[in-house]
């Protein structure tokens, strides 16, 4: 049985914001939208939270022959990443740590595994945002001292750098022309990242955006 997901680290500035929210209760709620300008700010600079996908944690000896016996594309080597064949993706953030995301029965498989195989589940409770438009390399510069245009060169890579002070891991998602990111941070500092992120999005002539925006 799917575990019900947490609610957002940044759920309570989103309801203050008065979104359109999804319906279901499996689920926690999630933005779908915030007002007719969606998808113009999308365009130019969109930021959306995406913390509410499934998402867990593994590290340990066995964890990649683990991955690999679930007939997973596991990544080959650290600081890179993979899509999952059900959706959502896989990263590998060192030689025996993992980060699954989107996949709600391969999270819970993972939460759930025994640990006397050498693979150890973490529980993740990230703020995840993503960032996407024609602006997006504008804000990055501005936040970060890595020029991420870089990552088009390598689409499997993913960094873990310094984004406004705060340690986030960062991977590109590019679709279509316009580029896209993943970003993921300690929930504690989710706040804290995404007003500061959102600040930027409006002074670029961008802002926050629900998933059907971003989709």
């Known amino acids: 049985m799917t575990s019900p997901q947490p609610l957002s680290?940044?759920?309570?500035?989103?309801e203050a914001l008065h979104p359109i929210w999804s319906s279901g209760s499996l689920h926690p709620k999630?933005?779908?939208g915030f007002d007719s300008r969606d998808k113009q700010k999308a365009s130019i600079l969109g930021l959306a939270d995406v913390s509410q996908q499934p998402r867990a944690g593994a590290k340990g000896r066995g964890t990649a022959d683990w991955l690999v016996g679930l007939g997973l594309p596991i990544p080959p080597v650290p600081n890179s990443w993979s899509s999952l064949p059900d959706g959502g993706l896989i990263a590998r953030?060192?030689?025996t740590e993992f980060l699954i995301e989107g996949d709600a029965k391969l999270v819970d498989k993972v939460m759930q595994v025994e640990r006397?195989?050498?693979?150890?589940p973490m529980l993740r409770q990230d703020a995840a945002f993503a960032l996407c438009g024609a602006k997006v390399n504008d804000l990055l510069l501005q936040t970060c001292n890595i020029?991420?245009?870089m990552l088009d060169t390598n689409p499997t890579h993913l960094v873990l750098t310094s984004?406004?002070?705060?340690g986030v891991t960062i991977l590109s998602?590019?679709?279509g022309a316009l580029p896209s990111y993943r970003i993921w941070c300690d929930g504690t500092y989710g706040i804290y990242l995404w007003e500061t992120l959102a600040e930027i999005a409006n002074d670029l002539g961008g802002g926050c955006i629900?998933?059907?925006a971003l989709l």
Not at 9 to 14: N, Y
Not at 116 to 120: I, M, N, Q, S
């Open 9 to 14: 680290p940044i759920h309570g500035l989103l």
């Open 30 to 32: 999630t933005v779908l």
């Open 93 to 95: 953030l060192g030689i």
């Open 116 to 120: 006397a195989a050498g693979v150890y």
């Open 147 to 149: 020029d991420f245009r």
């Open 163 to 166: 984004m406004a002070g705060v």
């Open 173 to 175: 998602t590019r679709t």
């Open 210 to 212: 629900g998933l059907d």
